[in-house]
C-alpha cells in the first residue's frame, strides 16, 4: 500500500506540454506517493508517452513543476539529472534488451556502466535478480531465444538491478496470455513490497490494470479525466470512462467507410 504520510515519490503540479503548436498535456496534476502503483490509461494519443516523457527528464514542459524523488527536474544540470536517473528504472514493452549480449549480460549492464562494484559482487546480485524473475537457468540464453514473457521479465530485472526508487513499465502485459500476464502482475506486486520502490504502468490492458493498481489515471486528449482508486474509477459516469471500461468505441472515432468515400469522391473530381 502506498504511503501517504511521506513526501511524494513524483509530484506533478499544472503541468503543459507542447509539440510545436499542439498541446499534448494540458493541466496535469498528479502525485506518486511512495510504495505506492499508479496506473495511467487512456487511448493512443492521450498523452500517457508524452507524461513519461516528462517525469523523466527526456522533454521541457511549457508550463508546471515535475518534481521526482524530491527534486524539480526542470532546475536540474545534465550531471544532476544523470544521477537522479540511476534512482529510476524503466522496463520497455519489448524487453529492449541487447540482442548481441546474453540474458545476464543485460541484466549485469547497469551496474557496470554506472557502479564501480568488483565482478564477485555484480554476479551475486545479477543472480538474486535472476531468482526474482524465476529466469535462474535462463541466463545464459540470448535474447532471441526467450519467450515474450521472459523477455519481460528479463527487462524487468535490469530495469530493478541496481534497486530505484521509482520505476516506469511501459505495458507490461501487451501481448501476453492471460496466465502469463496474471503472473506478471503478481510479481510487480511481489518487487513493490520487496523493494519499496514506487511504480508508474502505463498500460491498455484492464484486467492488469485493476489487479495492480492503488490508484488509476485516465487520460484523453492530454487532458486527466480522473485519478482514483480502482472503485472510484468503475463508479465514474463520465461517458469516456464508461466506453473505455465497456471496450466500446468513442463517439468521435474515424467511421472508416466515411473516411474512405471522401478520398474516392476527391479522386472523382
Request: aromatic share 4%.
Amino acid at each position: 500500500m502506498a504511503n501517504q504520510a511521506t513526501n511524494p515519490a513524483v509530484n506533478i503540479q499544472n503541468l503543459k506540454c507542447h509539440y510545436g503548436d499542439k498541446l499534448a498535456l494540458d493541466d496535469i496534476n498528479l502525485t506518486v506517493a511512495e510504495r505506492e502503483i499508479l496506473v495511467i490509461m487512456g487511448h493512443s494519443g492521450s498523452g500517457k508517452s508524452t507524461l513519461f516523457k516528462n517525469v523523466l527528464g527526456l522533454v521541457t514542459p511549457t508550463a508546471g513543476v515535475v518534481e521526482v524523488l524530491g527534486k524539480d527536474i526542470s532546475k536540474l544540470k545534465k550531471t544532476e539529472l544523470y544521477e537522479l536517473r540511476k534512482s529510476i528504472g524503466v522496463a520497455f514493452q519489448n524487453g529492449a534488451l541487447f540482442s548481441s549480449l546474453s540474458v545476464r549480460e543485460n541484466i549485469e549492464l547497469p551496474l557496470r556502466e554506472h557502479t564501480r562494484l568488483d565482478d564477485s559482487t555484480i554476479q551475486i546480485m545479477t543472480m538474486m535478480k535472476l531468482a526474482q524473475m524465476n529466469l535462474v537457468g535462463h541466463e545464459d540464453l540470448m535474447p532471441a531465444q526467450l519467450s515474450g514473457g521472459m523477455l519481460k521479465r528479463a527487462g524487468l530485472a535490469r530495469a530493478v538491478i541496481m534497486d530505484p526508487k521509482l520505476l516506469f513499465f511501459d505495458e507490461p502485459s501487451a501481448g501476453l496470455d492471460p496466465v502469463t500476464s496474471a503472473e506478471l502482475d503478481q510479481l510487480i506486486l511481489q518487487l513493490r513490497d520487496a523493494l519499496n520502490m514506487s511504480i508508474i504502468i502505463i498500460t491498455h490492458e484492464l484486467e492488469s490494470a485493476f489487479n495492480v493498481a492503488d490508484r488509476i489515471t485516465i487520460l484523453d486528449r492530454g487532458k486527466q479525466i480522473l485519478t482514483g482508486t480502482r472503485d472510484e474509477i468503475r463508479a465514474s459516469d463520465d461517458k469516456r470512462i464508461v466506453n473505455m471500461l465497456g471496450r466500446k468505441v468513442r463517439d468521435d472515432a474515424i467511421d472508416a467507410e466515411a473516411y474512405l468515400d471522401s478520398l474516392t469522391k476527391g479522386r472523382s473530381k
